[in-house]
């Protein structure tokens, strides 16, 4: 995850900064380099070989689309609109979303939420300011179980259970453009939205695709400065949760993150420092680095104990402070040693 400056914004700013077309004779070692800011986060596009003749506009549509669809800091977007009750019909985006995010939130026995919107506005993470947090009062709103798609519409339990798809919808933006370079014929690519990945083939220089995992500390705001360890994959979504960057300090001192426990209402804090996670859709390894940062250190290897099958990274610290990594049986093959 990356700081504030990766939440959704009221209004969708798309700048691309930097377009490069490198060509070759036959075409084969062309190299067509995108990159831009949307959402709130910055995004690139690497493409190794032919890519398609209209990929910013397409780029900048899947952005455009997220903006009045996915977003919760744009008023006018769907999902806010079914938040206030203004319509029950979502369209693809939305219910793909729910999908993953409630597939997840099984696996995580109810700690990845989406509905944990409230608590997300009282702790300070839409508008900054942050409230007293009544969990209480909260608690008949907040629930994966409350929401559900059927028919066509959205059913709430009850009308002021509200959605937020952040945890999800980053990795889901890097599997859309994902499938528009591979629907053109490109297998050799990466797509990079705020730091959630998805690559395949080789990169410029022929070689497998490196993706280096940032070393959770804080004041390490720029990819790749401090860099923890390398992973090596194709045909692979890549994602990773922290709270490291996205966190303020209170009225009362205290550091608050953006992890908050949905069956407690409470911050999590633990000594996981964050969570990265390869799935074979973004989406779906973005959900999951969320899930495992809610679930903390000790739940989290509980729940590998179970579900061997999950590629996971944790970098977590000891008593005295000092940084560890776990490294999950099926995550064994991506690192770079």
Same mark, same amino acid.
């Given at each position: ?8 914004? !009221? ?32 995004? @690139? ?34 999902? @806010? ?16 979303? #729910? ?21 997300? %506005? ?24 409350? #929401? ?6 959205? +059913? ?10 952040? @945890? ?5 933006? *890097?599997?859309?453009?994902? %499938? ?5 014929? =490109? ?24 993706? !280096? ?19 090596? *994959? ?9 709270? &490291?960057?996205?966190? +303020? ?8 993150? +953006? ?16 969570? $990265? *996670?390869? +799935? $074979?859709?973004?989406? &779906?390894?973005?959900? /999951? ?10 739940? @989290? ?8 099958? #999950? =590629? ?18 099926? /995550?064994?093959? &991506?690192?770079?040693?």
């Amino acid at each position: 995850m990356t700081p504030r400056l990766s939440a959704f914004t !009221a209004k969708i700013m798309i700048a691309i900064t930097a377009t490069t077309l490198l060509a070759s004779c036959n075409g084969r070692n062309a190299v067509t380099r995108i990159e831009g800011f949307g959402i709130g986060t910055t995004y @690139s596009v690497t493409v190794v070989g032919d890519a398609p003749a209209d990929l910013r506009e397409q780029v900048e549509a899947v952005f455009a689309t997220a903006d009045s669809t996915l977003s919760v800091f744009n008023e006018n977007s769907l999902l @806010s609109r079914i938040n206030r009750n203004e319509t029950d019909i979502p369209n693809r985006e939305i219910t793909e979303n #729910i999908e993953i995010a409630g597939r997840v939130s099984e696996l995580s026995g109810g700690r990845y939420d989406i509905t944990v919107l409230p608590l997300v %506005e009282a702790y300070g993470f839409i508008d900054g300011r942050q409230q007293s947090v009544d969990f209480d009062s909260l608690r008949p709103f907040i629930g994966y179980k409350k #929401i559900s798609v059927r028919d066509g519409k959205i +059913h709430k339990q009850h009308p002021q259970t509200r959605i937020d798809l952040n @945890s999800v919808a980053k990795g889901y933006l *890097v599997d859309r453009i994902a %499938e528009i370079i591979e629907a053109d014929g =490109a297998d050799n690519y990466l797509v990079n939205v705020g730091g959630e990945i998805f690559c395949r083939g080789n990169n410029p220089d022929g070689k497998p695709w490196r993706i !280096a995992i940032d070393t959770p500390i804080e004041g390490n705001y720029i990819q790749g400065a401090h860099t923890e360890a390398i992973i090596n *994959v194709s045909g692979m979504g890549v994602a990773t949760s922290g709270n &490291y960057r996205n966190f +303020h300090t209170g009225e009362d001192g205290r550091k608050y993150t +953006h992890i908050i426990n949905p069956l407690t209402g409470e911050n999590t804090e633990s000594n996981l420092l964050s969570a $990265t *996670v390869i +799935h $074979t859709q973004c989406a &779906y390894a973005d959900a /999951m680095a969320t899930m495992f940062m809610v679930l903390g250190m000790d739940d @989290s290897l509980k729940l590998l104990e179970t579900h061997p099958e #999950i =590629a996971v990274l944790l970098i977590y610290s000891d008593n005295a402070g000092d940084m560890h990594q776990y490294v999950s049986k099926a /995550m064994e093959q &991506y690192m770079v040693r």
